[in-house]
């Protein structure tokens, strides 16, 4: 057992802090939070190390709610990868991107879609090796119809009882929830059309929620996110609210509304396009600029403008955002996405103290494991941050490189050492 002395303490409920305090941790889960004068008292009838931490913030481990952890986020296409890489390759870069992600402070992660159950076989090599390791929550594939977007992931099912069978092949594969894939996305070559017809899409939220799991479901349009805020689905991936030739947005308030008070949680992978959009810059800059990479250029700053109001138009009504970085997506990496996606998200008005919750407990709830985590609460696992920075003030740059990142009540990234070196 040991205590951790701290300045202040964001529990990751809402707005909600505590000064002066100490967390008392067993093993990998919190035992207590106490007072400095109440550990004090304690400390007389218990002896146990006190780790005094009483100039630093604490704050539980981040929650990044869509990452594909197949992809190395340089740039590299899954395509490329599905084609050219063995599946042990795979499930290596799967294991190194969970641990750069968790070394940068998610101490959670869902995967949105990865090959082979890439994702699937590292959460169990996490746990039954007994790896120090981020919690995965993964799909295996996400669903989509013949030729849809990211069919190379192994999801493709036509038709309700493909569907459904699908989902029943991947439950007892170790799926933890069912990914949908409503609309086209950026696969290369699909057509810009809704992946599956109204009956498919409610035999797949049907099914999974039949058989005890969320549903989360991929949308680029109005349309598909106008048609999930009417259904029962748990969370919305991406949520932009354009037609399929990115004209504008159409910002329905009914949309909004129905989205908020159903409690749909989103994750906005706000800067899924950012590295694109620099690489073809520096194409441009650089004369190497091809006309198609002069169109991809516009069309993906374009993107970037409709995902960005989308994500302000539904922040402002309430709409239970959560962080979602794509990381492993074109140039999304798993050492920057979540710091990039807090960057973009402040810059639109959120606030530190809100996203300080969004990246904590409300992650948490939208993935169905706050029962675990999420939250710095007696009994529940000992997933924390240590930052000089104070969160409340400027979420981004507090947990930027987190200073030390706690995982089940084991320190596994301590970027304090150097400073201490120097003092
Ligand atoms: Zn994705």
């Known amino acids: 057992m040991k205590a951790i002395k701290v300045k202040r303490l964001y529990n990751g409920k809402a707005r909600s802090f505590q000064d002066n305090c100490a967390v008392i941790i ?39 709610c869509h990452v594909h952890l197949m992809i190395p986020g340089n740039n590299t296409l899954g395509e490329y990868i599905a084609n050219e890489w063995s ?110 017809s109204d009956e498919e899409l409610m035999a797949a939220i049907e099914e999974a929620h039949l058989r005890g799991l969320k549903v989360a479901v991929h949308s680029c349009t109005y349309e598909m996110t106008e048609k999930l805020s009417k259904t029962g689905v748990d969370t919305i991936e991406h949520a932009v609210m354009c037609p399929p030739d990115c004209s ?68 402002e009504r309430n709409v239970p955002y959560v962080i979602g970085t794509d990381a492993g997506w074109r140039a999304s990496g798993f050492k920057s996405s979540y710091y990039d996606n807090l960057c973009v998200m402040q810059k639109n008005g959120a606030k530190s103290i809100d996203l300080i919750h969004a990246s904590t407990l409300r992650g948490a709830k939208a993935l169905g494991i706050d029962n675990k985590t999420g939250s710095i609460e007696a009994d529940k696992q000992a997933d924390l941050l240590l930052l000089k920075k104070d969160p409340a003030v400027n979420i981004a740059e507090a947990v930027k490189k987190p200073d030390i990142v706690i995982k089940k009540g084991v320190f596994v990234a301590d970027n304090t050492v150097n400073s201490i070196i120097n003092t």
């Open 87 to 196: 599946d042990g390759e795979i499930n290596i870069l799967a294991y190194r991107n969970a641990m750069d992600s968790m070394q940068y402070g998610v101490t959670s992660m869902r995967d949105c879609g990865s090959i082979n159950y890439a994702a699937i076989n590292v959460r169990k090599a996490i746990n039954n090796q007994n790896i120090v390791g981020p919690d995965i929550i993964s799909c295996g594939a996400p669903l989509t119809c013949t030729g849809g977007h990211c069919y190379y992931m192994g999801g493709e099912a036509d038709g309700p009882w493909e569907i459904r069978k699908k989902i029943r092949q991947q439950q007892k594969a170790g799926a933890d929830f069912v990914k949908v894939m409503g609309t086209y996305g950026g696969t290369i070559g699909i057509t810009k059309t809704l992946t599956f």
């Open 26 to 64: 067993d093993g990998e889960k919190i035992k207590d939070i106490l007072t400095y004068n109440e550990l004090d008292e304690y400390l007389t009838y218990n002896k146990i190390s006190v780790l005094d931490y009483s100039n630093y913030y604490m704050m539980p481990g981040l929650i990044d």
């Open 248 to 315: 504008k947005n159409i910002l329905d308030e009914k949309t909004a509304e129905r989205m908020a008070s159903k409690e749909i949680f989103v994750s906005y992978t706000i800067c899924c396009v950012k590295g694109e959009i620099e690489r073809l810059k520096n194409l441009i800059d650089t004369q190497k600029a091809t006309d198609s990479d002069r169109q991809a250029y516009e069309s993906n700053l374009n993107y970037d403008r409709l995902i960005n109001e989308s994500f302000k138009f539904q922040m």
